[in-house]
């Protein structure tokens, strides 16, 4: 169960680190606020963070079965960003990068930053549902203070997982906002163990509690070493996309429609800012969503260049398609070390 204390090594900053913290992300939100304070320290934007090596290790400790959900109180979008997959996440305080219909709760995840209202209660974006027979207003998924947690994730994390655990690791939280916080109480009442990792006190276990063990250190570190203890290789953060490319054709035309789509479901998710298909020596351009470019009835083999956000300075990406009636699904896969993609199909 993660708290904003495992995005501090990713240049986030957390919300109650003390004015003498040792983290390089400086005090919290609500202790420089509390103090009339500014941050001395250089901080980055969630959407250019790179994941942890305690997000990493999360997603090793899914992939051999050792964790079967994790409960996130995180906003920053990381955790799917490194590869968790949606069905055994519980995001109950939204998903910066997550914005849902209004009138069919259809999702979408997007490359950017969806909150734009500036009031707090006010969710709404510029957006329209991508369904014709709907168009409802889209809102950001953020849960404020005083408005009520998303049902599903509130289902997942307490239903199918906190009732049935028998162990909830509590990382970079001090457990002092609910209901997330009776996540690990309830494991613990229903007879499961409870470590906390983080660097201050959790007023909600005391260390004379024989059913909790705290560690009082940085994520990272108690991750690296429960690691190196499970002989478990933490894998290296890969920028995953998934796009979808179809054609339309008829006895005037050939319409080529390029779709991104979550890599481990079928959300719809806008990474693709803009495309370029060359046909021979002709080029179609698409700026805006949904990417359709129309083409002559006799098109076969094209070129399609897809141009992203560029938050990790991904370069744009070349794919070869073979105009059919079929639709292709490739997986995309970007190397922040090397800066190159792979691409293969699904």
Known sequence: MPGAGISTSCGIPDFRSGMNTVLPTGPGIWELRANQAFRPSRTVKPIKALPSLTHMSLVKLHEVGLV??????????????????????????????????????KQYLRDFETREARHVFDHRT??????????????????????????????????????????????????????ACEVPVIVQRNGGKVIVCNLQKVPQFQESNKHCLLVFCKCDDFMSRLMKKLNLEV???????????????????????????????????????????????????????PHKVTLPPNAKDIHITLYFHGHYA??????????TSNTQVLNLKYSINNGVWESSTQ
């Open 126 to 179: 510029s957006r329209l549902c991508d369904d014709p027979e709907c168009r409802g207003v889209l809102n950001d998924s953020i849960v404020n203070f005083g408005e009520n947690l998303p049902q599903n994730e509130v289902s997942k994390a307490f239903e199918d997982h906190a009732e049935k655990a028998d162990l909830c690791i509590v990382m970079g939280s001090s457990l002092r906002v609910r209901p």
């Open 314 to 323: 991904e370069p744009p990406h070349t794919l070869e398609y073979s105009v």
């Open 235 to 289: 894998s290296p953060f890969f920028l995953k996309r998934r796009v979808k490319i179809s054609a339309t054709k008829t006895e005037e035309s050939c319409e080529i429609t390029i779709t991104g789509i979550d890599p481990y479901e079928d959300t719809p998710f806008s990474f693709v800012k803009h495309v370029i298909v060359h046909h021979g020596d002709a080029t179609f351009e698409s700026t805006s969503e």
């Open 68 to 105: 079967k959900a994790t409960v996130s109180q995180n906003v920053d979008g990381l955790h799917r960003r490194s590869g968790l997959r949606p069905s055994e996440l519980a995001e109950l305080h939204g998903n910066t990068n997550l914005e849902t219909c209004s009138s069919c709760s």
